[in-house]
């Protein structure tokens, strides 16, 4: 609802349209309007405050011989009719388009808590790099500029060509931005919000057709400001609250009406604060009539699957019958502990995952080395006061090594960097005499190899010191649940699963705790925003690098209640010792939590065999030494 003073002052400018019939007569509310203007500049002057805003640093800096009071009321009418009601607008718009499109929704919620870990981060420079929001902003702008009707211009003596048609010099001309905008010439499916057209999406559009701010040395003079006020607010509602819009009938365009300025329809919304900011709900958007999947016996985690359809498919499975066995798990930054003097390396710290577990780490108070090719774009959060790039090929022994000599003490190690298949290794290449091709298998080398030097150097470098230190490894879903475009990937992957069951009894003898987090589909560099967006489609689950960090940090700092499992000799309830987390394995799927490896262990009778078991067992005890 308007401030008092906003919505004489629309009301004034509305009859703007009858401006030709009355221009001759003064309207009671534009008197009203100045009113209060020169009620606010005398009343600012004769008040000493510290505030900082623009009126502040005009009165610092004007000389009342040339700028008399009045002239500020002037300058004060106009920072009130420019500064309000355009940026409501917009911020009305895009609320109303976004809660229409959910994809779009969450994609935005996703690039917001990618990127930021508090509310406090949020300013108008960090958000300056967020390009899906960016695209947002100027989608909204496109369908309901702000200023919907045309600016004059006179064109300049001697006249001009204009598409091909001669206009004389003296005459008006303009270009109405709303007929522009929605011009089909201009946009395909103009009426349709899609910001993926401002990343290149679709190359039939002429984007340049869209001006809000209008062009030239006439054009807004507060763009950088109204731009300023888009991006912090938008990031900040969506980073502290969901929304759901009310009237499920409301048409925007249909129920708007324009008067010189835009008359807009009742735009209600439910704000819900989130119950913590770093969470993301499954689908961006709350859940249409859906199935519901039951996520430990927990009803709030639900996939946006139309239940119908998917039955359809002839699937057997009961998913709503069983709660899921596995161990759910809740991770906040507040359950992770200070780091304050400890000292953390971390492979491809540079970006993505890495990266946002780099930022974490250093907010806890850690000292942070970054071992990667490249070093991170600190224009958005400087982290160098907290950290240090080393380059680094993971994959080559000596110099991962020489890194390791050069830290020294360390207390936590993080094995994260990772590569894709850059190919189809299955595919039939031939040498010049038409023999098959061996295979470099070059993922392996910095998934597999790289991270168990890297586990090796890490492990001695703590052992040697005595540190009682923690490891852990970024290894993939796919090493339980196969991707079968990623073969090579998928295997190594789950060959580091391997690991952590193999030396998980081993290490912990040294003092030293050894776990992975499985991450399933995340927006990194690896799985860009448009590869993630089929699955976005669906309402699935997609992670944020930032949830995959928390996990990382959480796994390297938590305690445990009980061993995962006992090995060769051991008894069984030996495993009933509390202690340090290890030998486990998160797996993040969207803002959820699941430690997988004690559950497999419980079920170990049911999947591997009951004799299976025990006779396997007896051989692990028969070379136990």
């Not at 009301?11 to 009355?22: E, S, W």
């Not at 439910?270 to 993301?280: G, T």
């Not at 927990?298 to 996939?303: A, E, P, S, W």
């Amino acid at each position: 609802k308007p401030h008092p003073w906003i919505s004489i002052t629309l009301g004034a400018l509305n009859k703007g349209a009858l401006a030709d019939t009355v221009k001759r007569f003064q309207m009671l509310d534009t008197q009203s309007n100045e009113n209060m203007a020169i009620d606010l500049v005398t009343r600012r002057i004769n008040k000493k405050t510290s505030r900082k805003d623009f009126m502040t640093r005009i009165l610092e800096n004007r000389d009342p011989r040339e700028v008399s009071d009045v002239q500020l009321a002037a300058h004060t009418s106009d920072f009130v009719l420019a500064g309000s009601e355009t940026t409501a607008t917009a911020l009305s718009c895009i609320t109303y388009y976004l809660l229409r499109t959910p994809a779009a929704l969450q994609k935005l919620q996703q690039e917001i808590h990618g990127r930021f870990n508090s509310y406090e981060e949020i300013t108008a420079v960090s958000t300056n790099g967020l390009k899906y929001l960016q695209a947002v902003c100027l989608e909204g702008l496109r369908l309901y500029p702000p200023l919907p009707f045309a600016l004059p211009r006179v064109v300049p003596e001697g006249g001009d060509y204009v598409d091909g048609q001669f206009v004389p010099g003296g005459t008006i001309v303009s270009c109405n931005p709303l007929a522009s905008s929605l011009d089909p010439k201009n946009f395909e499916e103009p009426l349709i919000f899609k910001p993926e057209r401002w990343l290149g999406k679709n190359k039939r559009d002429i984007l340049d057709a869209s001006q809000p701010f209008s062009l030239g040395p006439r054009g807004c003079l507060g763009r950088n400001l109204g731009w300023m006020e888009l991006r912090t607010t938008i990031s900040k509602l969506h980073f502290l609250y969901d929304f759901e819009l009310v009237d499920d009938t409301l048409d925007w365009h249909a129920d708007s009406r324009m008067n010189t300025l835009w008359n807009k329809p009742k735009l209600d919304v439910r704000i819900v604060k989130r119950p913590s900011s770093k969470r993301l709900k499954q689908n961006g958007a709350y859940e249409p009539a859906c199935l519901k999947l039951a996520i430990s016996g927990d009803t709030r985690h639900t996939t946006n699957i139309d239940a119908k359809s998917y039955l359809k498919r002839g699937d057997s499975y009961d998913l709503t019958s069983q709660p899921d066995k596995m161990t759910s798990i809740n991770i906040e930054e507040e359950t992770i502990p200070s780091l304050t003097q400890k000292i953390a390396v971390i492979t491809g710290g540079s970006s993505g995952i890495g990266y946002a577990t780099s930022k974490i780490l250093a907010n806890k108070g850690a000292r942070v080395f970054i071992l990667d090719l490249n070093p991170p774009d600190d224009t958005e959060y400087n982290i160098k006061p907290h950290a240090t790039f080393l380059q680094c090929n993971i994959a080559d022994w000596i110099d991962l090594r020489s890194k390791f000599d050069q830290i020294g003490h360390i207390d936590l190690a993080f094995g994260n960097a990772g590569v894709s298949e850059e190919k189809d290794y299955f595919a039939d290449t031939f040498d010049e005499e038409g023999n098959l091709n061996e295979e470099t298998y070059s993922v392996l080398d910095v998934n597999l190899r790289g991270t168990l030097n890297f586990i090796k150097l890490a492990w001695s470098t703590m052992k040697r010191r005595g540190i009682q230190g923690s490891i852990v490894i970024t290894t993939s879903a796919t090493a339980y649940a196969p991707e079968q475009s990623l073969p090579v990937y998928a295997g190594g992957k789950l060959a580091l699963v391997g690991v952590v069951r193999a030396l998980r009894h081993r290490i912990i003898k040294d003092g030293i705790t050894l776990n992975a987090v499985a991450p399933a589909a995340t927006i990194t560099k690896l799985i860009p925003m448009e590869l993630a967006q089929p699955i976005m489609d669906l309402g699935l689950p997609v992670s944020s690098a930032h949830l995959v960090g928390l996990a990382l940090a959480y796994a390297a700092t938590a305690r445990q209640e009980r061993r995962v499992e006992a090995y060769g000799k051991e008894r069984d309830d030996e495993n009933e010792v509390e202690g340090r987390w290890n030998g486990r394995i998160i797996l993040t799927l969207g803002d959820m939590y699941t430690e997988l490896e004690e559950p497999l262990s419980k079920l170990r009778p049911e999947w591997f065999g009951t004799e299976n078991l025990r006779l396997t067992r007896l051989q692990q005890a028969a070379t136990d030494f």
